[in-house]
């Protein structure tokens, strides 16, 4: 079983920072991509960043020289750093992670979502 625990979200001011942070546990799981995508009320699911087991980071135009993606693979945690938030920023964040687990195979994994909001 694999379980992602997110953290770091609330509510914050327009210009003001977060960090989103994900920790993946499991049991013979081997991981390869790690991201953050977000769902704002009535839209789609867009990816927000991501980051490959090497260090290769993938950015939405609409975040790009705001947010910084990062992560420790001894711990297996992904970290989100947003800055200059916007109004636009709010959403719901999904903590996803693609890899492989032993029997099972390769695959997507969810959290349960962290709410980020922007407000003044």
């Known amino acids: 079983q694999v379980q992602l625990v997110e953290s770091g979200g609330g509510e914050v001011q327009p210009g003001g920072s977060l960090r989103l942070s994900c920790a993946a546990s499991?049991?013979?799981?081997?991981?390869?991509?790690m991201g953050w995508y977000r769902q704002a009320p009535g839209k789609q699911r867009e990816l927000v960043a991501s980051?490959?087991?090497?260090?290769?980071?993938n950015y939405a135009d609409s975040v790009k020289g705001r947010a910084s993606i990062s992560r420790d693979n001894t711990k297996n945690v992904v970290y989100l750093q947003m800055n200059s938030l916007k109004y636009e920023d709010t959403a719901v964040y999904y903590c996803?992670?693609?890899?492989?687990?032993?029997?099972?195979?390769?695959?997507?994994?969810w959290g349960q979502g962290i709410q980020v909001t922007v407000s003044s």
């Open positions: 996803n992670v693609y890899g492989r687990r032993l029997l099972v195979g390769i695959g997507d994994y």
């Open positions: 499991g049991t013979s799981f081997s991981i390869f991509t």
């Open positions: 980051i490959t087991s090497s260090g290769s980071t």
